[in-house]
């Protein structure tokens, strides 16, 4: 009985090790990648911001005909962008932003709100709340591109003009720290003006004219910001968690060394003891 535990023993050793190893392995990849689109994210942050202050310079509460500016008259409906990952084994990343999400589709009435997702986990949810899906975009696994970010934009910007949705709200995760991320749903379309009014100025050409240009580069902007900070987080969360798993398998490891030994001794043991009682017999 002792031997076949001491071989459930060392075949359980063999699959934590495997599962260590595994681990490890995905936590270095988090990291690594967690580290390049932190980089993007951070020169990105100077860009955006630079963006965002000229176009709130040329926009002011009333100014301009632009689409993306104003409600579309007659629209009753809710467009929302859901951006989660497609996988697990990142923590609570998927259910923190599924959770806000839920809490939107409960404050609105599920007839006016319909998704595009983003994410495998994002469609599953979006699937099982009864949400019309309207478009998706599956196994991105974290991959930023600029592409990705313009295309959603793109089509959130053409159902919105098209009258469809009177708004449109993206729910994603922003990178506020390696460990802190914070869920969020955060309004897209239409473009609301800046809480302080800027003072009088003179446009060359018309400000119709700039706000034209200025505001589909400002969403493309916001957009991309968007999926580098999703991304970021992401990645961090997931090599957070491959690390606790590595450190939990660490644990349960020794524990099962620690085991195996005991058993190991107590088997010699009662061999020995097997051993000189045969010899004490042989002897009377």
Known sequence: MQVQSLRQIRRRIKSIESTQKLTKAMEMISISKLRSIQNQLDNFRLYFGQVEELFF???TPGAGSAPFLKTPPGAKKILLCVVTADTGLCGVYN???????????DSHPAARVEAYCV???ALGFITRAGVKVIGSRLSVNGRYSTELADGIAQALMERCVSGDYKEAHVAYTIFNSGARHIPTIEK???????????ASRIFEPDQDALLAKAVPLYLYAKMRSIFLNAFACEHSARGIAMGEATDNAKQILETLILMRNKVRQ?????????VISSSEALKG
């Open 57 to 59: 310079d040329v926009f």
């Open 95 to 105: 259910q923190a932003i599924l959770r806000r999400v839920k809490s939107f589709l």
């Open 119 to 121: 994410g495998r986990r």
């Open 188 to 198: 897209f379309l239409p473009v609301d003006p800046p809480q302080h009014r800027r």
């Open 266 to 274: 107590a088997h010699i043991t009662r061999e020995i003891i097997e």
